[in-house]
């Protein structure tokens, strides 16, 4: 069973940068997307950004919203995905989760595709 734990959350001005970490155990990672997901208080889980572990491909994807400000990646050596935040905003608020799906499996953007969670971290960012 593949377990995911995230790390790096934390408060950070408005124009700041935060770097997530996903640490990943279990068999076959290459066999997963990994996606980061977030939620505010008071709204619907939403997809961020998700990266294919496969070596072969490594496909990036991101939500509109945070296009040319965040950047997923991936350490296959340390079996890590990574989400780089740059000029974050006060809408960035939530609790970040990383979360598995096995490669095509389902829809990125539909949260209850996911099969694999992790404990979620908190990311604020002040005004």
């Known amino acids: 069973q593949v377990q995911l734990v995230e790390s790096g959350g934390g408060l950070v001005q408005a124009g700041g940068s935060l770097r997530l970490s996903c640490a990943a155990s279990?068999?076959?990672?290459?066999?997963?997307?990994i996606g980061w997901l977030r939620q505010a208080p008071g709204t619907a889980r939403e997809f961020v950004a998700a990266?294919?572990?496969?070596?072969?491909?490594?496909?990036?994807y991101y939500a509109d919203s945070v296009k040319g400000r965040f950047t997923v990646s991936r350490d296959n050596a340390n079996d890590t995905v990574y989400l780089q935040m740059n000029n974050m905003k006060p809408e960035d608020t939530a609790v970040y989760y990383c979360?598995?799906?096995?490669?095509?499996?389902?829809?990125?953007?539909?949260?209850?595709?996911?099969?694999?969670w992790g404990q979620g971290t908190q990311v604020t960012v002040s005004s």
């Open positions: 990266i294919d572990w496969s070596a072969g491909t490594g496909t990036t």
């Open positions: 279990g068999p076959f990672l290459t066999r997963y997307t």
């Open positions: 979360a598995g799906m096995l490669y095509g499996s389902g829809w990125l953007s539909r949260p209850n595709d996911y099969r694999i």
